[in-house]
């Protein structure tokens, strides 16, 4: 799918009140990073974003609001996420404990989505996640 200039879009957490939240800490310039699960890049076969890679930030409705340059992509270890990384994803968590539990909750609540029959899952330690840092380049589109 693509949306604006032929760009493919960010859609941050689910559509409803979670993206309308991410969305504004986006256009505010307090979010700068996200976080994604490897096994859904792998699952889902989607390449992992690169640096320089631009993507169209959509809202709830789809509709395009900025456009978004990817700076820099790591792929962590799920413990090994820092606080740099945890402040700037500017959802007001202070610590990486925090910001840890409620991105958890996330993934599990998409895991559950999946149904039954989807994969099975597992969250610890160990688990490779991909860090995402990003600047707004253009917008409002």
């Not at 925090?98 to 597992?122: K, L």
Request: proline letters at 9%; hydrophobic letters at 35%; one cysteine or more.
């Amino acid at each position: 799918m693509t949306t604006y200039e032929g760009l493919p879009p960010c859609q941050l957490g689910f559509p409803g009140e979670l993206r309308d939240r991410l969305v504004a800490a986006v256009l505010s310039g307090a979010k700068t990073t996200t976080t994604g699960l490897l096994e859904e890049y792998e699952r889902e076969g989607e390449p992992l974003p690169e640096p320089g890679a631009r993507v169209v930030l959509v809202d709830s409705a789809e509709q395009p609001l900025a456009v978004l340059e990817v700076t820099e992509v790591r792929v962590l270890r799920l413990a090994d996420v820092g606080l740099r990384h945890v402040l700037d994803e500017g959802e007001g968590d202070a610590t990486v404990a925090e910001w840890r539990a409620s991105h958890e909750g996330f993934w599990r609540d998409v895991e559950r989505r999946a149904g039954p029959d989807g994969p099975p899952f597992t969250l610890d330690d160990d688990t490779p996640v991909v860090t995402e840092r990003f600047r707004v380049v253009r917008g409002p589109v």
